[in-house]
C-alpha cells in the first residue's frame, strides 16, 4: 500500500530557509548569548541521547540492508579417529586424521519486496530520528535565548526598582528635612519612608524570578549554577533586540519544521513496515551453495578426490499459521493510519504555533508602543508634581501616587520589551529555526 503523502519536505526541503536560520540567534549581536548557545549545543544530555538515538536507527538500518547481500561463512575442523579391526573389518586397528574445510553461501532474491521494504522502513525511521535530534537543538535553542532575554528583563526591572528606590529614598530625606523646619507634617515623613521601603521590597522579588531562571539554564547547560551567575552579571547597559528575522510562508514552515519532517518520516516508515508485512505472505526463495573438502592426507589424489559441492534453492511457503501473518498486516496498517494522523496533527500544530507567535509578536509591538509613551508621560508628570509640591503648590499625596505610577510604567514597559523579546524567539522556533 502507498502511503497517503509524498516523500517532498523529507527528501527535498528548502535549503535557502534553512540557510537563513542557521545561526539565527548571532543576529541579536549579544556575545554572551551565543557562548551560551555553544554550551549547550556541546553539553545538553538531551541532544547526547537524541544523538545516541540515530546512531541505533543507523545500526537498524544496516541490519536491513544486510538481507540484500548473500550470506559467506568459512568453516573448518580437525578429526583424528582410532577404529578396532572388528569395526573396520580388518585385521588390526587403524586411526586416521581427517581435515575438513568448507564455505557456505545463501542469498533470498527478494522476489517481492519484503527486504527492500525493510530497508526502506530503516532510512526513513533514521530521517525521524535526525529530525528529532534536530527538533531537540530547536527547542534547546529557543529556551535558552528565551530565559536570556527573560534575565535581561529581571536586569532592567531590578535596575528600575533600584533608581525608583534611590529617587524616594531623596524624596523621604528632603521630607524629613522639611519636617525639622517644620514645614510639613511627620504623617509626610512616614509616608515617603514607607513607599521607599515598599519599593525596595521589590527588588528582592525580581532578584528571586531572576534566580530561578539562572537555575533552569544552568540546568540546561548541564553546569553548576554558580558558573552561570558569573557568566549572567548585569550588563552595563541593558538593551533588548529587535526582530532578527521574518516569519516566511507557510510552504517554507512546512520544509524547516522537524516535527513535521520527523512525523513525515514516520508515515513512510509505517507504510513500509507494512508492505514487508504483505510481502511476507507471499513465497520466499532462497538460493544455497557449499564447496569443501574432508582428506585424510595431502596427497595430490586423496586432496583430488575429497573436494565436493553442492547448489540448490529452496521455496517457502507458509500454508497456516494461525492467523498470525494477517494479524500483523492489520497490525502494521492501524500503525500507519495512526501515523498519517499524526503527521496531520504536525502540521496543524505548526500553523498553530506560527499564528500565534506572530499574532503576540504584533499585540506584544503595539502594547510597548502604548507603554513606551505612558513611562515618558509619568516621567514627566512626576517630575511637575514633585516641583509643584516642593513650591507648595500640590499635596505630598500627589506626589507618592506619581512615583508609584511612573515606577509602574516603566515596570510594564521593561515587560513587555521582554515579551517582545520571547516572542520573536517562539517565532523563530515555530517556523523550525
Same mark, same amino acid.
Given at each position: 500500500m502507498a502511503p497517503p503523502i509524498a516523500p517532498t519536505f523529507v527528501a527535498g526541503g528548502d535549503t535557502q530557509a534553512?540557510?537563513?536560520?542557521?545561526?539565527?540567534? $548571532?543576529?541579536?549581536?549579544?556575545? %554572551?548569548?551565543?557562548?551560551?548557545?555553544?554550551?549547550?549545543?556541546?553539553?545538553?544530555?538531551?541532544?547526547?541521547?537524541?544523538?545516541?538515538?540515530?546512531?541505533?536507527?543507523?545500526?537498524?538500518?544496516?541490519?536491513?540492508?544486510?538481507?540484500?547481500?548473500?550470506?559467506?561463512?568459512?568453516?573448518?575442523?580437525?578429526?583424528?579417529?582410532?577404529?578396532?579391526?572388528?569395526?573396520?573389518?580388518?585385521?588390526?586397528?587403524?586411526?586416521?586424521?581427517?581435515?575438513?574445510?568448507?564455505?557456505?553461501?545463501?542469498?533470498?532474491?527478494?522476489?517481492?519486496?519484503?527486504?527492500?521494504?525493510g530497508v526502506r522502513a530503516g532510512s526513513a525511521e533514521l530521517v525521524a530520528t535526525q529530525e528529532d535530534e534536530r527538533a531537540v537543538r530547536v527547542a534547546l535553542i529557543g529556551e535558552i535565548t528565551s530565559l536570556y532575554f527573560q534575565v535581561r528583563g529581571l536586569d532592567a526591572r531590578i535596575k528600575i526598582v533600584e533608581e525608583s528606590t534611590q529617587a524616594q529614598q531623596k524624596t523621604a530625606l528632603l521630607t524629613r528635612r522639611l519636617f525639622d523646619a517644620g514645614a510639613v507634617p511627620i504623617a509626610d515623613v512616614d509616608r515617603a519612608q514607607a513607599q521607599a521601603a515598599t519599593t525596595g521590597g521589590g527588588k528582592s522579588e525580581r532578584e528571586l524570578e531572576r534566580q530561578i531562571v539562572i537555575h533552569r539554564l544552568a540546568q540546561l547547560l548541564a553546569q553548576p549554577p554558580e558558573m552561570m551567575y558569573a557568566t549572567l552579571a548585569p550588563p552595563a547597559v541593558?538593551?533588548?533586540?529587535?526582530?532578527?528575522?521574518?516569519?516566511? %510562508?507557510?510552504?517554507?514552515?512546512? $520544509?524547516? $519544521?522537524?516535527? %513535521?519532517?520527523?512525523?513525515?518520516?514516520? %508515515?513512510?516508515?509505517a507504510y513500509a513496515r507494512l508492505g514487508v508485512a504483505e510481502a511476507d505472505l507471499k513465497p520466499r526463495l532462497t538460493l544455497q551453495g557449499s564447496i569443501g573438502a574432508l582428506i585424510s592426507g595431502f596427497t595430490g589424489v586423496g586432496l583430488t578426490k575429497a573436494f565436493s559441492w553442492l547448489i540448490g534453492g529452496a521455496l517457502d511457503q507458509t500454508l497456516f499459521d494461525g492467523g498470525r501473518k494477517r494479524s500483523t498486516i492489520n497490525l502494521r496498517r492501524a500503525e500507519a493510519s495512526a501515523a498519517a494522523l499524526a503527521y496531520q496533527a504536525a502540521v496543524l500544530q505548526a500553523v498553530t504555533d506560527v499564528e500565534n507567535a506572530l499574532a503576540a509578536t504584533s499585540r506584544d509591538q503595539e502594547r510597548e508602543d502604548l507603554l513606551l509613551?505612558?513611562?515618558?508621560?509619568?516621567?514627566?508628570?512626576?517630575?511637575?508634581?514633585?516641583?509643584?509640591?516642593?513650591?507648595?503648590?500640590?499635596?505630598?499625596?500627589?506626589?507618592?501616587?506619581a512615583q508609584r505610577t511612573s515606577l509602574a510604567a516603566d515596570d510594564s514597559l521593561a515587560i513587555a520589551q521582554t515579551s517582545i523579546a520571547v516572542d520573536q524567539t517562539r517565532l523563530i522556533t515555530a517556523i523550525g529555526g
Open positions: 534553512k540557510a537563513e536560520l542557521t545561526h539565527w540567534w $548571532r543576529r541579536f549581536g549579544d556575545p %554572551v548569548l551565543d557562548r551560551l548557545i555553544t554550551r549547550a549545543l556541546a553539553q545538553n544530555l538531551d541532544i547526547k541521547t537524541a544523538i545516541a538515538h540515530i546512531d541505533a536507527a543507523r545500526a537498524v538500518r544496516g541490519i536491513s540492508r544486510a538481507g540484500l547481500f548473500p550470506q559467506i561463512g568459512l568453516g573448518a575442523s580437525a578429526e583424528r579417529e582410532r577404529l578396532s579391526g572388528y569395526q573396520a573389518r580388518a585385521l588390526d586397528s587403524s586411526t586416521d586424521n581427517q581435515i575438513g574445510a568448507f564455505a557456505t553461501a545463501s542469498w533470498e532474491p527478494d522476489l517481492f519486496g519484503r527486504i527492500r521494504g541593558v538593551a533588548m533586540p529587535g526582530t532578527p528575522i521574518g516569519a516566511g %510562508v507557510p510552504a517554507d514552515l512546512l $520544509r524547516q $519544521r522537524p516535527d %513535521v519532517r520527523a512525523a513525515e518520516a514516520r %508515515v513512510l516508515a509613551q505612558a513611562s515618558e508621560k509619568a516621567r514627566a508628570a512626576s517630575d511637575q508634581v514633585f516641583r509643584g509640591w516642593k513650591s507648595g503648590e500640590i499635596a505630598f499625596l500627589d506626589v507618592l501616587e
